[in-house]
């Protein structure tokens, strides 16, 4: 009977990777705890993919478009799966929320409910043992990539999003979080071939666009994306007296696009600008500006003057 539950329990793991209502737990309700090694793989297999580029090489056509994806994946993440579903930090429409949500769920981060329940769960519980991915308590590398390999981390925290479980759409992105992923490489291999057919000038292929648009400018999103939960708690200054070890970074506000200012965040979570200061950069707050100008976003919350100045610390950190 032990043999057959095992069986039946690997084989509830191996279908995690499509469909995350068959996660195996255990008889109080709660995912097993320790990584989750079977679905390890498929993140390993991403950075193995950038291996690859030693067989499909370079092209001009294929950085741009890694780079181009980058861009439009973190701005994703950053503005709408933390800025507005974990923060709720502005306002749109079912339309764009559904099509942000599907830019993010390319970045291969799981679906926007997983993610901003966790985030949601990060900051109840800052730095404090609960935290699931706090350097703090768990240590650099934990926090960095450990903790979302865990089993007691996949599961969506549906108590910290019962307003978004309404919407079925985002509840199927977030069931079948592998599906949107999948689609993408599938589309960047095809547009790779259709280049190579039709304009060979560009001297790229299929396989050249899935190494380079999908597993290099992926890997790279996640550990720019991941180094806000480590590096952030690590290493910076701290303008405010905040509970946890929060600190902004230039060099991370840069790299991620405004999420870098985290001491900030975590002083005022609701706005949906992460640099206070106008030299402060935040180039999320710039795009979220831009689309509220052409009225996809509003109701876009700002921090306001009185918290610019409360809980200061004397003297810089």
């Known amino acids: 009977m032990g043999k057959i539950t095992s069986g039946a329990s690997r084989w509830r ?20 705890r320790g990584i989750d090694w079977p679905r390890v793989l498929p993140f390993v ?5 950038c291996c690859a580029v030693i067989w499909v090489g370079v092209s001009t ?50 679906g926007p409910l997983w993610w901003a329940s966790q985030h949601r769960h990060h900051h109840v519980h ?8 706090s350097a703090r308590q768990h240590g650099f590398f934990w926090s960095h990539i450990g ?27 977030d ?10 490489a599938f589309t ?56 946890d ?3 902004n970074n230039l060099w991370l506000a840069l790299l991620t696009f405004g999420e870098g200012w985290h001491n900030n965040h975590h002083h005022f979570p609701g706005s949906v600008r992460q640099g206070f200061f106008w030299w402060e950069i935040d180039i999320t707050y710039y795009g979220l500006r831009l689309l509220a100008a052409l009225g996809i976003i509003w109701d876009l919350k700002e921090v306001p003057t009185v918290m610019l100045h409360a809980r200061r610390h004397r003297a810089p950190q």
């Open 126 to 133: 800052s730095d404090q043992p609960e935290d699931m991915h």
């Open 147 to 173: 903790w979302f390999m865990a089993r007691e981390n996949f599961a969506t925290r549906l108590e910290h999003v019962t307003r978004l479980m309404q919407y079925p759409e985002l509840r199927f992105l």
């Open 45 to 49: 297999a991403m950075h193995l993919g």
């Open 245 to 247: 070890d929060s600190r």
């Open 188 to 243: 960047l291999y095809g547009t790779g071939e259709a280049l190579a057919h039709f304009a060979p000038a560009l001297q790229t292929s299929g396989w050249q666009m899935v190494v380079w648009g999908f597993c290099i400018s992926t890997v790279v999103l996640y550990h720019a994306t991941f180094t806000i939960n480590s590096l952030t708690h690590c290493y910076g200054r701290r303008r405010y007296a905040t509970r």
């Open 61 to 110: 056509a294929a950085v741009v478009v890694a780079v181009a994806l980058y861009a439009l994946r973190m701005f994703a993440i950053t503005g709408f799966y933390h800025r507005y579903f974990s923060h709720q930090a502005f306002r749109t429409s079912r339309e764009a929320q559904f099509v942000f949500a599907l830019i993010g769920a390319t970045g291969v981060q799981r």
């Open 175 to 184: 069931r079948y979080d592998a599906l949107v992923p999948l689609l993408f």
């Open 13 to 32: 793991n191996l279908l995690t990777w499509f469909d995350n209502e068959a996660a195996v737990v255990n008889a109080a309700g709660v995912p097993a």
